[in-house]
């Protein structure tokens, strides 16, 4: 199984400033990863997929990079109805299909 | 466009089945792998299982003893079945569709692009 690890586990940031979320593979997952927002009592979002490529609708604000093991989630002007938990999600190896563990970006 | 409402009974007793069904409209469940996803509250997504619209299935490691994922192409329907639930059990199920595609063809599970809203289990006698 991969094991999927975020961090950090809590972000503070001041609205308009650059957030840069971290997702370690527990091995090569190329890039098979997504990334993917929930707010409170809804169902994920996904943002990203191929590790970099932006879902449809999702602003360009938002943006992925990296390939093999480690992965960044960059948002780079954080507006109010980004403050969410961030999952990534592996899909280069199953089963099972694994997420990481979730980053809380909060209001600073 | 493509929405899926899952639903099922909010309370399931412990060591019986928990069944949810989710209902595709907007589109048809032929292509796509089709997945059932959990969250206990608080806590972070597993994913449980998927079905292929060929009918292939395939289980999370840890739950496979336990899950049983169906569809009925007929009623653009999926169902999860979950047998011999504990209080561990107790989650938001969600479905969601799943798949990479190359020129426009699925070609294995991929991304999550469409969830349902998720409907609230809790395991309690």
């Known amino acids: 199984e991969i094991v999927m690890t975020q961090s950090p586990a809590t972000l503070s940031v001041s609205p308009g400033e650059r957030a840069t979320l971290s997702c370690r593979a527990s091995?090569?997952?190329?890039?098979?990863l997504a990334w993917y927002q929930q707010k409170p009592g809804q169902a994920p979002r996904l943002l990203i997929y191929?590790?970099?490529t932006r879902a449809t609708g999702i602003p360009a604000r938002f943006s992925g990079s990296g390939s093999g093991t480690e992965f960044t989630l960059t948002i780079s002007s954080l507006q109010s109805e980004d403050f969410a938990v961030y999952y990534c999600?592996?899909?280069?190896?199953?089963?099972?299909?694994?997420f990481g563990g979730g980053t809380k970006v909060e209001i600073k | 466009q493509v929405q899926l409402q899952d639903s099922g009974p909010g309370l399931v007793k412990p060591s019986e089945t928990l069944s949810l069904t989710c209902t595709v409209s907007?589109?048809?469940?032929?292509?796509?792998?089709w997945s059932w996803i959990r969250q206990p509250p608080g806590k972070g997504l597993e994913w449980i299982g998927y079905?292929?619209?060929?009918?292939?299935?395939n289980y999370n490691p840890s739950l496979k003893s336990r899950v049983t994922i169906s569809a009925d192409m007929s009623k653009n329907q999926l169902a999860l079945k979950l047998s011999s639930v504990t209080a561990a059990d107790t989650a938001v199920y969600y479905c969601?569709?799943?798949?990479?595609?190359?020129?426009?063809?699925?070609?294995?599970?991929?991304?999550?692009?469409?969830w349902g809203q998720g409907t609230m289990v809790t395991v309690s006698s």
């Open positions: 969601a569709r799943g798949g990479m595609t190359i020129f426009g063809v699925v070609i294995m599970p991929g991304a999550f692009d469409i």
């Open positions: 191929g590790a970099s």
């Open positions: 999600q592996q899909y280069n190896n199953w089963p099972p299909l694994t």
């Open positions: 907007g589109g048809s469940i032929s292509s796509y792998y």
């Open positions: 091995q090569s997952v190329s890039t098979y």
């Open positions: 079905i292929y619209y060929s009918g292939s299935t």
